[in-house]
T-cell receptor, first 110, second 117 residues
Framework: QQPVQSPQAVILREGEDAVINCSSSKALYSVHWYRQKHGEAPVFLMILLKGGEQKGHDKISASFNEKKQQSSLYLTASQLSYSGTYFCGTERGNTDKLIFGTGTRLQVFP | NAGVTQTPKFQVLKTGQSMTLQCAQDMNHEYMSWYRQDPGMGLRLIHYSVGAGITDQGEVPNGYNVSRSTTEDFPLRLLSAAPSQTSVYFC????????????????FGAGSRLTVL
């Protein structure tokens, strides 16, 4: 069952912040975040392995609330290069298959 | 190091024709998978394999067959193409030694765009 992402789309000016949410109706073991530029393949951003964990990647960070089966991706001081579609992927076990959400399209304008 | 290689990049088929999308990886990854991407639907898992000789169904397996005779190759077969199979297809692989080791990260191929008329 696909995790649900919100919002579906975000439009930002450079320097603004955004939050993308990912929620599942099933218990989760881990959450992945990937970014896909137009016409390209998805590229890995980060993986969160346990409840309450927060990770960072430059000015992009994420949290994982295991009890609520939710993850959030935080983009601060957005740059033009942040534009793309963001996908969360969820695993229910240590070696489970990865199921992706429906994606959030992020556009950053000067 | 080529990573994950998909062929062809583009293909146009007529309804009822068959074809195989090829996927090869040179990273000795145990896990390989196929996704299809459609507007508004995200990436949906078609089939996956945790090693040579082992395959399993994903979220949308109907109309597709797979096999895994070697660690390197994981072809996706469409036996009788339908317009609903018009999509962009991605093959992805990972070491799959366990999420706890951070080794379940997927490496994607460049994608194959398929149009069925």
């Amino acid at each position: 069952q696909q995790p649900v992402q919100s919002p579906q789309a975000v439009i930002l000016r450079e320097g603004e912040d955004a939050v993308i949410n990912c929620s599942s109706s099933k218990a989760l073991y881990s959450v992945h975040w990937y970014r896909q530029k137009h016409g390209e393949a998805p590229v890995f951003l980060m993986i969160l392995l346990k409840g309450g964990e927060q990770k960072g990647h430059d000015k992009i960070s994420a949290s994982f609330n295991e009890k609520k089966q939710q993850s959030s991706l935080y983009l601060t001081a957005s740059q033009l290069s942040y534009s793309g579609t963001y996908f969360c992927g969820t695993e229910r076990g240590n070696t489970d298959k990865l199921i992706f959400g429906t994606g959030t399209r992020l556009q950053v304008f000067p | 190091n080529a990573g994950v290689t998909q062929t062809p990049k583009f293909q146009v088929l007529k309804t009822g024709q068959s074809m195989t999308l090829q996927c090869a990886q040179d990273m000795n990854h145990e896990y390989m998978s196929w996704y299809r991407q459609d507007p508004g639907m995200g990436l949906r898992l078609i089939h996956y394999s945790v090693g040579a000789g082992i395959t399993d169904q994903g979220e949308v397996p109907n109309g597709y067959n797979v096999s895994r005779s070697t660690t390197e190759d994981f072809p996706l077969r469409l036996l009788s193409a339908a317009p609903s199979q018009t999509s962009v297809y991605f093959c992805a692989s990972s070491p799959r030694t366990g999420a706890a080791s951070g080794a379940n990260v997927l490496t994607f191929g460049a994608g194959s765009r398929l149009t069925v008329l």
